[in-house]
C-alpha cells in the first residue's frame, strides 16, 4: 500500500508540473542555455537532513558540498551527475546496551546518477519524461563512547519529468518531479567499533521508495539556484548474524526508517 500511494502522489505532481508551467515567448528566445546541446554544470550545495528510525533514534542536521553535472540534448536528453556533502549532525538514540545517548556524528554522502529522457517542444515550454539509475552511498559515524560507523548504500532508478519554461528577463523555470525505484540497499554496522569481538554485520535492505521535487531558476547568462526536497522511506532490513570472537550471539537488524532532506543548490552552466 505505501508504494501505491507514493505513485499517486507522483502521478498528481507530474500533473502538477505541467499544470503551472508559466506562459511566455515562443521557445528558444527565452532558454537557449538549457537546451544547449552540450552543457556542464558546477555548483555548491547546502542541505538539512533529518533521519528517523522506527525505534526512537534519530540524526538531524545540515551538510555542505559539492556538485557536477553534464548534459546533452538532441532530442533525446542523457543526463550524469555527481553530489559530495559533508556534515557534523546530532544524534539522538542509544548505545548497543541502550543506554541513552546524544552525540555528535560525522557524516558524509556521495551520489552519483545518470538519466535518459526525450524532449518533447511546445512553443512555449520543454516537457521531458525520463528514466535512470542512482547509486547513493552514506558514511555514518557517531563520535561517543560506545559510538560507531555505518555504511549505507542505495540502488535505485529515478523515474519523473522535467519541465522548463521561459520567464522574463532571460531566466527560465524549471520543475522536477520523480519517484525513486528502490532496487536494493545495504548497510555495513562497524559494531566492532562499540565492543570488543563483535564482528561487523551487513544487513540487506529490500523495500522502500523514494520521492523529489524541485525548483529551477536558471538565467540566461548560466546561473541556476535549484531549492529541492526529498523523501526516503525504507522498510526494515533483513537479519544478519551478531557474533562475539566468532560465537554467535544473536542477530542485528537495521530498523525501518525514513529520511527528509530539504536542500539548495547553487551554480553555474556552461
Given at each position: 500500500?505505501?508504494?501505491?500511494?507514493?505513485i499517486?502522489?507522483?502521478?498528481?505532481?507530474?500533473?502538477m508540473a505541467?499544470?503551472?508551467?508559466p506562459?511566455?515567448?515562443?521557445?528558444?528566445?527565452?532558454?537557449?542555455r538549457?537546451t544547449?546541446?552540450?552543457?556542464?554544470?558546477?555548483?555548491l550545495s547546502?542541505r538539512y537532513i533529518?533521519?528517523?528510525?522506527?525505534?526512537d533514534?534519530e540524526?538531524?542536521g545540515?551538510?555542505?558540498?559539492l556538485i557536477?553535472?553534464?548534459?546533452?540534448r538532441?532530442k533525446v536528453?542523457?543526463?550524469t551527475s555527481l553530489?559530495?556533502t559533508?556534515?557534523?549532525?546530532?544524534?539522538?538514540g542509544?548505545?548497543?546496551?541502550?543506554?541513552?545517548?546524544?552525540a555528535?556524528?560525522e557524516?558524509w554522502?556521495?551520489?552519483?546518477?545518470?538519466l535518459v529522457?526525450?524532449?518533447?517542444?511546445?512553443?512555449?515550454s520543454v516537457v521531458t519524461?525520463f528514466?535512470?539509475i542512482g547509486?547513493r552511498?552514506w558514511?555514518?559515524?557517531i563520535?561517543?563512547?560506545g559510538?560507531y560507523?555505518?555504511?549505507?548504500?542505495y540502488?535505485y532508478s529515478p523515474?519523473?519529468v522535467k519541465?522548463m519554461?521561459p520567464l522574463s528577463?532571460?531566466?527560465?523555470?524549471?520543475?522536477t518531479?520523480?519517484?525513486?525505484?528502490f532496487w536494493?540497499g545495504?548497510v555495513?554496522?562497524?559494531?566492532?567499533?562499540?565492543?570488543i569481538?563483535y564482528n561487523?554485520?551487513?544487513?540487506?535492505?529490500?523495500?522502500?521508495?523514494g520521492?523529489?521535487?524541485s525548483l529551477?531558476?536558471?538565467?540566461q547568462?548560466g546561473?541556476?539556484?535549484?531549492?529541492?526536497?526529498?523523501?526516503?522511506?525504507?522498510d526494515?532490513s533483513?537479519l544478519a548474524?551478531?557474533?562475539?570472537?566468532g560465537i554467535?550471539?544473536g542477530?542485528?537488524?537495521?530498523p525501518g526508517n525514513d529520511?527528509?532532506?530539504?536542500g539548495?543548490r547553487l551554480?553555474?552552466?556552461?
Open positions: 500500500m505505501t508504494r501505491v500511494r507514493s499517486c502522489w507522483v502521478v498528481c505532481l507530474l500533473a505541467g499544470t503551472f508551467l506562459r511566455g515567448p515562443a521557445f528558444g528566445e527565452g532558454m537557449p538549457v544547449s546541446k552540450h552543457s556542464f554544470e558546477f555548483g547546502t533529518e533521519y528517523d528510525e522506527d525505534i533514534v540524526w538531524d545540515f551538510m555542505y558540498g557536477a553535472g553534464y548534459t546533452y538532441d536528453m542523457l543526463h553530489e559530495y559533508y556534515g557534523e549532525l546530532e544524534y539522538d542509544r548505545t548497543q546496551g541502550g543506554t541513552p545517548l546524544e555528535d556524528t557524516d554522502i556521495v551520489e552519483w546518477r545518470g529522457g526525450y524532449d518533447a517542444m511546445t512553443n512555449e519524461p528514466v535512470g547509486y552511498y558514511n555514518d559515524t563520535e561517543a563512547t559510538g560507523e555505518r555504511e549505507i548504500v540502488l523515474i519523473g519541465t519554461a528577463a532571460g531566466w527560465t523555470l524549471g520543475i518531479a520523480e519517484y525513486d525505484l536494493k545495504e555495513k554496522s562497524h559494531l566492532s567499533d562499540a565492543v569481538g561487523d554485520p551487513e544487513n540487506d535492505q529490500d523495500s522502500g521508495y520521492l523529489r521535487f529551477s531558476f536558471r538565467e547568462a546561473l541556476f539556484i535549484e531549492p529541492y526536497i526529498a523523501y526516503w522511506d525504507i526494515r533483513d548474524r551478531l557474533t562475539q570472537f554467535p550471539i542477530y542485528a537488524y537495521e529520511t527528509t532532506i530539504y539548495l551554480g553555474w552552466t556552461y
